[in-house]
């Protein structure tokens, strides 16, 4: 593809290249009637002209593109969609995505930073591939935005989701059906997620009326196998007729744990999940009612509100606190009314 | 972070701006004795010297960016490894990529390929969600490497899964174990790999000396609600002991298919899926034997092989025909043999 330049565009608008480059590049308070503007535009895009983006960048002091580096979300299959999202949010402004993923290596990490600043990106999204509390690195600097991340400095805005108002909304859900003796398995690992998914679940029962009880509340890694030894337990207590579990792959083990046992779902017992994990959460038998974490919603989130730091669109502020974006219940077969 | 200046990397190694300058950007044929280009290094690394690659892009007329263009890679959420292993093998090369998702409109996708060669990325991936013929954008000049995907010019470089050869490999190993009515599930779409996959099935079954029956050959889409209604006719024809899915998802539907007829995996009918796919194929009950794709292999492939074309490091090709990753099987539990 031979590119076209200024010049051949001049030509064709019958006007000067200066006058082009000026109006191509949108500089500030050009002169030029706006049938002369509009006349360029078309010429520009009748020759296919392409804007030389690093010269221009030069100029401008903006490279128009922003980094994404993350810890291992490409590894994540689950949690790319943050990725797509912001993506797609940063190319409807005109910005170009540099995708780093530093699997979780420190060095490789600061290292990945320092040479996106050296091609001069216009700002910074770091994302997590589950809601943690993250040292920021110190080579970042503002206009920097943590997706999915608390950073442990308030001058960078982020986004988590919701977990604590997404357990309340699963636990509601099953005391709505008229369950009662609702166990939680919750992620033994104890990552942020658990501490405040746990808050949600005893809120959901004081707001229902029913007390809680700790040996309701189940712990396993957050695998099928362990989930199904870990709910096998918690099916042995007393009159439990529903169980919310910390994630949709230990929901799996559930449904093993509850067929081995020759129950049913929903009719025996009523099971809801964490994540809205794709191919896993609608394909159970029954489809599986969860809770959906908004990776999309916090991807476009971030990327706009980078764009409109850079942008200068929104105002600097000192001090961030994280906002909690909502995680709504996704309503599918695996929650019924409790056995008569 | 204030940027630190070749001057100030200079005073520190006690030489002067332009030999710092020649040695970091790695001038070639420079004069200079190997220690003091070492203490200039050291000088750099102690300072926190960050090139600034985008000048030096300029001179050297290599930005040393590569963008990968993907249709609808980032919702594909197996097909994602093929973008993080293409991201390491670049920046493993001292590369960045830059990462657009078309979702598959060719319009952006043509405003996006103007857009990076707009900034001036010294090549492209091209990527697929899965094995298909696409026609090459116009805009796109070599040095481009196309990933699951067969272009319909030979100018360029491509990787592809051999679907021929891994369904063999999952035929042959239903066969090996003494089953001889071996069912075909395939994907009624008719992708590239429905034809590859059925030459390789009928190809297995020749060399285990088993007649080719098209009554074994079902179709369905590939979900797991079709799976299960197709397997459910193909378990209707007399003496069938073994099915080869075209794709684990429809496997899951295999499964259902054969419990409701009060038959066990693979006590009963043993079951080889295709993907791999994370989630499904080791979290079925039994674990699914099923042959996996090899998209780390091809990302990481495709990232080398444009990054030696950038750098002249292998002859420009006139005329290239498609590499095929081999696609290997994985043993879990889902097959065994024949019921006596």
Known sequence: MARVTIRQVARHAGVSPALVSGVLNEVPDLRVAPGTAARIRAAAAELGYTPNFMARGLRRRRSETIALVGDTIMTTPFAVRMVEAAQQAVTARGYLLFLVNTGDDPQAERAAIRALYGRHVDGLLYACMYHREVPVPEEITPPAVFLDARPDSARFPSVVPDDHGGARNAVAELAAHGHRRIAFLNDEA????????????????????????????????????????????????????????????????????????????????????????????????????????????????????LVDLIEGKVPEQREHTPVLMPCDLVRRSSVGPPPA
């Open 190 to 305: 104890g990552p942020v997620a658990a501490g405040l998914r746990l808050r949600g679940y005893r809120e959901a029962l004081a707001e229902a009326g029913i007390a809680f009880d700790p040996g309701l509340v189940g712990h396993a890694r957050a695998t099928p196998e362990t989930g199904e030894e870990a709910t096998a337990r918690l099916l042995d207590r007393p009159g439990v007729t529903a169980l919310f579990c910390f994630n949709d792959r230990m929901a799996i083990g559930a449904y093993r744990a509850i067929r081995r046992r020759g129950l049913r779902v929903p009719e025996d017992v009523s099971v809801v999940g964490y994540d809205d994990q794709e191919f896993i959460a609608a394909y159970l038998d029954p489809p599986l009612t969860t809770v959906a974490l908004p990776y999309s919603r916090m991807g476009a989130w971030g990327a706009r509100t």
